[in-house]
Nanobody
Framework: QLTESGGGLVQAGGSLRLSCAAA????????ITWFRQAPGKEREFVAV???????????LYADSVQGRFTISRDDAKNTMYLQMNNLTPEDTGDYYC?????WGQGTRVTVSS
């Protein structure tokens, strides 16, 4: 089971840190991926970090978030993070984490202009 948190309302230029807590088993052997879905649009890839990859510098990012978002993981806490800086209204949407075949329920991010 994955549970996202940390979403909310923020002004453009602000920051949020999303968390994805895993329960029930260790997810250290799985890649962790963040997706988002804007209103009326399809779900899209945001970022991914490999299994047991503790160096957030090795994350892969969508072009639209490169340089603003940072993905990381703390396997000791079975928790994954998405640090989002310099947010824009285009970042508004529901954010989901995925590990293996398991999806979280999503957390909503709203960026006001």
């Amino acid at each position: 089971q994955l549970t996202e948190s940390g979403g909310g309302l923020v002004q453009a230029g602000g920051s949020l840190r999303l968390s994805c807590a895993a329960a029930g088993r260790s997810f250290s052997i799985y890649d962790i991926t963040w997706f988002r879905q804007a209103p009326g649009k399809e779900r899209e890839f945001v970022a991914v970090i490999g299994a047991r990859d503790f160096n957030s510098g090795n994350g892969l990012y969508a072009d639209s978030v490169q340089g603003r978002f940072t993905i990381s993981r703390d396997d000791a806490k079975n928790t994954m993070y998405l640090q989002m800086n310099n947010l824009t209204p285009e970042d508004t949407g529901d954010y989901y984490c995925k590990s293996g075949s398991i999806w979280g329920q999503g957390t909503r991010v709203t960026v006001s202009s």
